[in-house]
């Protein structure tokens, strides 16, 4: 039973910081890789941020020196710290991971979580 839920969506004021929390059950985590797409109404699904196993990142040109991903294997779970949020950077924020080894064109997501931003 593999399993992502997502935490730590909200409202803030732009220039404000918000973490998000993706945490993993029903797989071995350390072999995947995670990351993060959003979504803003009316909008097609957007690649925002990725992260293997030791740690190399990948970031959007749109968010890179704002957004940090991170995982801690310990616990199961990928992270999103967003600092100097902007309106658009509302959506929904969704987590992901992919197994490599199993099937690397494949991606398997959570719920989702809401993100707004004011302005």
């Known amino acids: 039973q593999v399993q992502l839920v997502e935490s730590g969506g909200g409202l803030v004021q732009a220039g404000g910081s918000l973490g998000l929390s993706c945490a993993a059950s029903?797989?071995?985590?350390?072999?995947?890789?995670m990351g993060w797409y959003r979504q803003a109404p009316g909008k097609q699904r957007e690649f925002v941020a990725e992260?293997?196993?030791?740690?190399?990142?990948t970031y959007a040109d749109s968010v890179k020196g704002r957004f940090t991903i991170s995982r801690n294997n310990a616990k199961n779970t990928v992270y999103l710290q967003m600092n100097s949020l902007k309106p658009e950077d509302t959506a929904v924020y969704y987590c992901?991971?992919?197994?490599?080894?199993?099937?690397?064109?494949?991606?398997?997501w959570g719920q989702g979580t809401q993100v707004t931003v004011s302005s």
């Open positions: 992901y991971y992919r197994i490599p080894a199993i099937d690397p064109r494949k991606n398997y």
């Open positions: 029903g797989i071995t985590f350390s072999i995947t890789v």
């Open positions: 992260i293997t196993n030791p740690g190399s990142t």
